[in-house]
């Protein structure tokens, strides 16, 4: 029978990285199953009625949920979240402190994506100064990616973020408020009103665990070719030497 001899360096390299490439496709498989939980989720909760302002805070799971508000926008205290794109277009999202007048409450609504063509001028938009009613939902983010954004608490406004956090925000200007953000539903006081739940679908995550399985197939059948490879050659040069000897 012929001999498995891999070598050394080899078995090494296969014990290093075959665990890593199979523990990166089963991690890209769980993230499929997240992004498919969350947009079963979302689609669900989207579809649902509208639940009142005075529910929201004693809400254990609030992701998703529609909200019905009515109260004002505060213009004087704008976020713009710049590196927002759609369909090619460079924009930004406007964001708004809104204070529900059932409540009290304070909460930062996206009114959604405006253009933003020349860098040179400011983005340009208006704020409605009546009172008004609005349907929102929550955004919980899936994951709390790095990102760098500006210091809620200087002095000139609108802010120009690239992420947004309620929770500073409210502690800037010392106000109770919501620790989410809420997305408003197209009506007249937004303007795109369409965003990705996810940046990466889960079919994504499926075909990278495929790529990542694959990898380790591969690695794993080079490993046993070449020892297999090196046996019958190790085979051969001894069945030479000992037809030399006699």
Not at 64 to 82: E, I, M, P, T
Not at 210 to 227: D, H, K, R, T
Not at 236 to 245: A, I, L, R
Request: cysteine-free; overall charge neutral; hydrophobic content about 40%.
């Amino acid at each position: 029978m012929k001999r498995f001899r891999p070598g050394v360096v080899p078995t090494l390299v296969v014990a290093i990285l075959l665990p890593l490439l199979v523990s990166l496709g089963f991690w890209q498989l769980n993230r499929g199953a997240e992004k498919s939980a969350l947009l079963q989720t979302y689609a669900e909760r989207r579809v649902a009625e509208s639940m009142a302002s005075t529910e929201l805070q004693h809400t254990a799971d609030p992701a998703f949920r529609r909200v019905r508000l009515h109260g004002q926008f505060d213009a004087a205290h704008s976020l713009l979240l710049d590196n927002r794109q759609r369909g090619g277009k460079v924009g930004v999202e406007l964001l708004q402190p809104f204070q529900d007048q059932v409540t009290g409450l304070w909460l930062l609504v996206n009114r959604g994506w405006l253009p933003w063509p020349d860098r040179r001028t400011p983005p340009q938009f208006s704020t409605p100064a009546e009172p008004l009613s609005l349907d929102a939902w929550v955004y919980v983010p899936p994951g709390a990616a790095f990102q760098l954004h500006a210091d809620p608490s200087t002095s000139t406004w609108p802010k120009l973020l690239t992420a947004v956090d309620p929770k500073a925000l409210w502690t800037a200007l010392g106000r109770e408020g919501f620790a989410y953000e809420l997305r408003a539903e197209t009506g007249p006081a937004t303007y795109q009103a369409d965003w990705p739940v996810v940046a990466t679908g889960p079919e994504k995550h499926i075909a990278y665990a495929v790529q990542w399985f694959a990898m380790s197939i591969a690695l794993l059948g080079l490993y046993l070719y070449l020892g297999w490879h090196n046996a019958k050659e190790k085979h051969h040069g001894s069945g030479h030497e000992s037809t030399q000897h006699v």
